[in-house]
């Protein structure tokens, strides 16, 4: 059996599943103190410990990813108080010395649909969530884009859409997009959550302005097989074809990129995709140390 987390910022998901990437069992609890929600993950996992292999784990960032660093398994500067600078890695393998992989939870969803998702067959896959928060995954010939640290592509600049006077709910840049873009933004601007806005509401024309520049920006820079728009703001039915038809203007002729339909797509996985990039990863980290 493989544990997977899906550490997030709202919501813990934790699961068992097997080698197959089944998920045989999940429960999920509100994010709250380092203290009151490692202990729920500890016991969700003491009851599996005697076959338990593995553990994969996609968290909430930003997080330190290298391995030779003293703070390596760390949440670091994150805009949730109590979890700055918390060893997260350091406090399971207190209680499971087991194989544990680590990266940010949009890497892990990205993983998901790589392996199991809209991913498969492809070796080039950027994968954002655009819910609390916006973040973005990318893998480039089978591996994590990352260097000094990893990618942090939801606080890209964007350009306000003209009818858009919002001045950005990021506390660090403002209009980045997840700013302009995330929940939060959308709830801050127009005093009701994305969920709650008609699927003809002349707001997704500006949501979808916003995402179908991050589009852009992506293709440019990294020229993926297949970007993946996930998270609970892409739930509304409308909003993608708005991004890819968008999109497609932004673009203008300059260059090729696949068919659109299977270019810009939602998660194959639905919400599924993370905790399965976590097993995963963990079946991946047990491989590897065997």
């Not at 005697?50 to 960032?61: A, K, R």
């Not at 942090?152 to 506390?171: S, T």
């Not at 980045?176 to 024309?205: H, T, V, Y």
Request: proline share 5%; aromatic share 10%.
């Amino acid at each position: 059996m493989i544990g997977a987390i899906e550490a997030g910022g709202t919501k813990f998901v934790c699961a068992i599943g097997s080698s197959q990437l089944e998920i045989m069992h999940r429960e999920s609890f509100k994010t709250t103190t380092p203290l009151e929600t490692m202990s729920k993950v500890i016991d969700f996992f003491k009851a599996y410990q005697e076959e338990l292999e593995g553990i994969g784990v996609g968290s909430f960032g930003p997080i330190d990813i290298h391995h030779e660093s003293p703070t390596y398994g760390f949440i670091t500067s994150t805009p949730k108080i109590s979890w700055q600078n918390f060893d997260f890695i350091g406090t399971l393998k207190k209680h499971f010395q087991i194989p544990i992989a680590w990266t940010t939870d949009v890497n892990a969803a990205c993983f998901g649909e790589y392996v199991k998702g809209h991913g498969e067959g492809f070796d080039n896959l950027v994968y954002y969530t655009i819910g609390t928060g916006i973040g973005g995954g990318a893998i480039q010939e089978g591996r994590f884009i990352s260097g000094y640290s990893h990618p942090e592509m939801g606080h890209m600049l964007v350009n306000k859409h003209p009818e858009d006077n919002y001045e950005g709910a990021c506390p660090f840049h403002g209009n980045c997009l997840e700013g302009m873009a995330a929940g939060p933004a959308i709830e801050k601007r127009l005093g009701k959550s994305g969920q709650s806005l008609k699927g003809n509401d002349p707001f997704w024309e500006i949501e979808a302005e916003y995402l179908a520049q991050c589009v852009y920006n992506t293709t440019l820079i990294l020229s993926p097989d297949c970007i993946i728009l996930g998270g609970g703001v892409m739930k509304q039915p409308l909003l993608l074809e708005l991004v890819q038809s968008k999109f497609k203007s932004l673009m203008s002729g300059y260059i090729k990129y696949p068919q659109i339909d299977q270019y810009i797509r939602t998660p194959k996985l639905g919400d599924n995709a993370g905790i399965i990039g976590c097993l995963a990863l963990a079946r991946e980290e047990i491989l590897h140390i065997h």
